[in-house]
């Protein structure tokens, strides 16, 4: 059953009050912990807070033993790893990826903030696994010291009935996007370049790899490595699979 949407304003307060003492003087009776986790106990949600350079957890709500069965106080990288659904291990090394390579271009201009979302299928308590969204909000801070953090939400989306298992990927500036998540969100899955989406839409056409480089002005061996990079962010064995999946999603 969807859930109704809420502000998340409320995240923001929590930084503003938490940011001073890096996160580490969090305390369960606080009003606006109260709040938030009433709010995520409502929602089907928990947060984290992570230190982008050294992908580590600095905080982590409550609500994680509830949605994972991993305790609050011991949630790290491992255990994420641990939950997740064997075939979105390769979604995982992307998300991982990103984490870095966004959190080292923010730490680089010193200002900027960005988004990072993606759908992952996590193990539960129960041993199944749930479809879940994690929102990254990043941002650059000079206290306690200087670096970039990183809030990230986890939502339990299995209330979506959007096909492909509510496929979503989006690296951006969009702030419009750190929302709790509606269909609409959930149907992005900007993780392809321009070049790459050529490409797939070439070979969806029947073309070779020959032929797709001869089109292109480019050689075989540049459009195998666009192909392969593409299997890679896909998460999956072959083209035609995830052709079908565009296609559902009205991409190509």
């Not at 305390?27 to 230190?51: C, G, R, T, W, Y």
Request: proline content about 3%; charged content about 25%.
């Amino acid at each position: 059953m969807k859930i109704s949407p809420y502000n998340y304003s409320i995240f923001f307060d929590f930084i503003e009050s938490y940011l001073p003492s890096g996160f580490q003087d969090i305390h369960a009776d606080d009003p606006i912990m109260q709040e938030l986790e009433k709010i995520m106990e409502e929602h089907d949600q928990f947060l984290s807070v992570i230190n982008v350079d050294q992908i580590r957890y600095l905080y982590t709500s409550r609500r994680s033993m509830q949605m994972l069965g991993i305790e609050s106080t011991h949630f790290n990288p491992a255990h994420l790893l641990s939950a997740v659904h064997p075939d979105d291990l390769d979604k995982l090394s992307w998300v991982n990826g990103q984490l870095l390579k966004v959190g080292g271009e923010i730490f680089e201009d010193k200002k900027e903030t960005a988004l990072l979302s993606f759908t992952l299928r996590l193990r539960n308590p129960s041993g199944n696994y749930a479809k879940v969204l994690g929102q990254n909000y990043f941002f650059y801070t000079a206290v306690p010291k200087k670096g970039v953090l990183c809030i990230r939400v986890y939502t339990n989306i299995d209330w979506c009935k959007l096909k492909n298992n509510c496929f979503h990927q989006y690296v951006g500036n969009d702030l419009s996007l750190f929302k709790f998540p509606d269909e609409q969100l959930l149907k992005i899955a900007q993780i392809y370049s321009k070049r790459e989406l050529e490409i797939i839409k070439l070979i969806e056409s029947g073309l070779s790899s020959k032929e797709v480089a001869a089109k292109l002005f480019l050689s075989v061996f540049t459009v195998n490595t666009h192909r392969s990079n593409i299997l890679a962010k896909s998460g999956k064995s072959h083209l035609s699979d995830l052709i079908y999946e565009l296609k559902e999603q009205g991409l190509i």
